[in-house]
């Protein structure tokens, strides 16, 4: 069960797109269409941003969005916004019928 | 509106047990699998339980497999998670998930559990 990588910091300006990825292996990412991605703000619980690889739950803003191309799933955030500025957690079925979540990404917007 | 109230936490020396709470509403609890997820203190999210909603399937991570044990009681909406033998590594915010499918869709704020003597 070792946890699915993400880079631990990416940065970006006002109204900028970014690309957070999240590499795991055939027995998780890779093989199922079961990756999430959560908002994690300072002090809060996360919250679900992107189900199923790239399916918005409603109330998120379609900025949003998700993807994925073998082993690695992306989350993309476009038009960055102060308010996006939060940690960022992607998470997978696995073969095991177990879950894993990546080590988490702390978005910064300058 | 879903509601998930964790309870139970608090701090409990090295080897000892501690039992944590989700109390939900706002849904049909029996219908959805439930999860509790960890986070130690400055660190990522970590997954530590899952139980299907028929109560026939109970999966774990490696690190807490045969100290902790994840139940459900559909007649009062309640979610538990029993921990044995506690380390200082089990030390984390526990939060309770409402799975909505392979995915995480509500959670609870979270309870602070320390283990230290």
Same mark, same amino acid.
């Not at chain 1, 969005?65 to 476009?78: C, D, E, P, R």
């Given at each position: 069960?070792?946890?699915?990588?993400? %880079?631990? #910091?990416?940065?970006?300006?006002?109204?900028?797109?970014?690309?957070?990825? =999240?590499t795991?292996?055939?027995? !998780?990412?890779?093989?199922? +269409?079961?990756v999430?991605?959560?908002?994690?703000?300072p002090?809060?619980? %996360?919250?679900?941003?992107?189900? !199923?690889?790239s +399916?918005? %739950?409603?109330?998120?803003?379609?900025r949003?969005?998700?993807?994925?191309?073998?082993?690695?799933?992306?989350l993309?955030i476009?038009?960055?916004?102060?308010?996006?500025?939060a940690?960022?957690? =992607?998470?997978?079925?696995?073969?095991s019928?177990?879950?894993?979540?990546?080590?988490?990404?702390?978005?910064?917007?300058? | 509106?879903?509601?998930?109230?964790?309870?139970?936490?608090?701090?409990?020396? %090295?080897?000892?047990s501690l039992?944590l709470s =989700?109390?939900?509403?706002?849904?049909?609890? #029996?219908?959805?699998?439930?999860?509790?997820?960890r986070?130690?203190?400055?660190?990522?999210?970590?997954?530590?339980?899952?139980?299907?909603?028929?109560?026939s399937?109970?999966?774990?991570?490696?690190s807490? @497999?045969?100290?902790?044990t994840?139940?459900? !009681? +559909?007649? @009062?909406?309640?979610?538990?998670?029993?921990? +044995?033998s506690?380390?200082?590594?089990?030390?984390?915010?526990?939060y309770?998930?409402?799975?909505?499918?392979?995915y995480?869709?509500?959670w609870?704020?979270?309870t602070?559990?320390?283990?230290?003597?």
């Amino acid at each position: 069960q070792s946890a699915l990588t993400q %880079p631990a #910091s990416v940065s970006g300006s006002p109204g900028q797109s970014i690309t957070i990825s =999240c590499t795991g292996t055939s027995s !998780d990412v890779g093989g199922y +269409n079961f990756v999430s991605w959560y908002q994690q703000h300072p002090g809060k619980a %996360p919250q679900l941003m992107i189900y !199923d690889v790239s +399916n918005r %739950p409603s109330g998120v803003s379609n900025r949003f969005s998700g993807s994925k191309s073998g082993n690695t799933a992306s989350l993309t955030i476009s038009g960055l916004q102060a308010e996006d500025e939060a940690d960022y957690y =992607c998470s997978s079925y696995t073969s095991s019928s177990t879950r894993v979540f990546g080590g988490g990404t702390k978005l910064s917007v300058l | 509106e879903v509601q998930l109230l964790e309870s139970g936490g608090g701090l409990v020396q %090295p080897g000892g047990s501690l039992r944590l709470s =989700c109390a939900a509403s706002g849904f049909t609890f #029996s219908s959805y699998a439930m999860s509790w997820v960890r986070q130690a203190p400055s660190k990522g999210l970590e997954w530590v339980s899952s139980v299907s909603a028929g109560v026939s399937g109970a999966y774990y991570a490696d690190s807490v @497999k045969g100290r902790f044990t994840i139940s459900r !009681d +559909n007649s @009062k909406n309640t979610l538990y998670l029993q921990m +044995n033998s506690l380390r200082a590594e089990d030390t984390a915010v526990y939060y309770c998930a409402k799975m909505g499918g392979s995915y995480y869709d509500s959670w609870g704020q979270g309870t602070l559990v320390t283990v230290s003597s």
